[in-house]
């Protein structure tokens, strides 16, 4: 006897929902098994079209090409030389450095999209002095009233020093350094004013009388201004003042070094700060020579016709007068009465009436 055939899990012929279950003659079972429901099948999902897309929505970093932007330096170097000075709430403004922008520096991050651009400056117009007694560190401006030219001046040392700074990739330190707040200016027209107005009292200063005439005081160079004296036939002697920054920058230099611990080596010596010789007006021909008051004694008579208070002639203006004699200094003793020769090299009197550069 051949198989019943399946379908789908139940056989063939058989009515699976008949509630007496199945007549199998087989199957002496009293209680007949139900049949297998076959399992609901799986719902196929509609078809969908494609869903829209979100608008993608604009952000600040969709405007950025790059994590670091370099910076455009400033071509406005004049801004960087201008000093400005509030006077009676009136801004004065001066010029004082001479720097423009040449180049730059790129510094760069840990990345290489990471870097900025620091502007270079020319330091070509820094006049640069290689002078044993000139060694300050800063950038000096001397002016010749506010509205000149600066001239810019540097030690070779300090010099080299900004340029290897620059050749290192460090600008940060020179650029400020050169900045105008921080240039030393020194406007010399006043200085020169003074030295001319001192002038008309050097040549007044009489280092005494002799028989052909009177000798006075000569000043050659005063700090930095050099006379240049020539004769006038009716004025005496006329100036033709010139100037030099060196002996300048030499007392700038001592002025702003450290104070010497003996006190006496904190004065310069008169040589240092000026020159001096003397010159002399002769007496005419038909007039005679000026003579010397001579003194009487206690009696009444005429003293020793010989010259008093030598060897210069005549008593001192005060305590400490400084006079000359045959290139010579002396000073006046006011208690003794008397004229005492200057050591140079140990001292003596100086200052008293002496107008010149030469006071300490």
Request: net charge negative; hydrophobic share 25%; charged share 30%.
């Amino acid at each position: 006897m051949a198989d019943p055939a399946y379908n789908g899990g139940g056989l063939i012929g058989f009515d699976e929902t008949t509630t007496g279950g199945n007549t199998n003659s087989g199957n002496n079972s009293s209680t007949p098994n139900p049949p297998k429901s076959p399992p609901p099948p799986i719902p196929t999902p509609p078809k969908q079209s494609n869903p829209p897309q979100p608008k993608p929505q604009k952000t600040i970093l969709d405007e950025l090409s790059s994590v670091s932007k370099p910076i455009t330096p400033s071509k406005k170097t004049t801004s960087k030389n201008i000093r400005e000075e509030l006077d009676d709430g009136e801004i004065l403004k001066q010029v004082v450095g001479d720097f423009e922008e040449k180049g730059s520096i790129r510094l760069s991050g840990e990345y290489p999209q990471n870097y900025v651009d620091i502007p270079k400056y020319d330091l070509s117009k820094i006049n640069v002095i290689d002078d044993d007694e000139v060694n300050f560190d800063f950038i000096l401006c001397l002016k010749d009233g506010a509205d000149s030219i600066p001239k810019l001046f540097s030690t070779k040392l300090f010099y080299d020093t900004l340029i290897s700074e620059y050749n290192k990739n460090q600008p940060f330190g020179v650029n400020d350094i050169i900045e105008e707040k921080n240039i030393v200016v020194i406007d010399i027209k006043p200085i020169k004013e003074k030295v001319e107005n001192l002038r008309t009292k050097e040549l007044l200063i009489k280092l005494g009388s002799t028989s052909d005439g009177e000798q006075y005081v000569e000043v050659i160079r005063n700090l930095f201004v050099h006379s240049n004296y020539q004769t006038d036939g009716e004025n005496g002697l006329k100036a033709n003042p010139t100037y030099t920054d060196i002996e300048l920058l030499r007392y700038i230099s001592w002025v702003v070094s450290k104070p010497a611990k003996n006190y006496n080596e904190r004065l310069l010596d008169v040589s240092e700060l000026g020159e001096f010789t003397k010159y002399k007006l002769l007496a005419d021909d038909d007039e005679p020579s000026n003579q010397i008051d001579n003194e009487s004694d206690e009696d009444g008579n005429p003293a020793d016709p010989s010259p008093l208070y030598p060897p210069i002639g005549r008593k001192g203006l005060d305590d400490l007068d400084i006079a000359f004699y045959n290139d010579e200094r002396y000073s006046w003793n006011e208690q003794e009465q008397k004229w005492e020769p200057i050591n140079d090299n140990g001292g003596g009197g100086s200052g008293g009436n002496f107008n010149g550069p030469g006071r300490d």
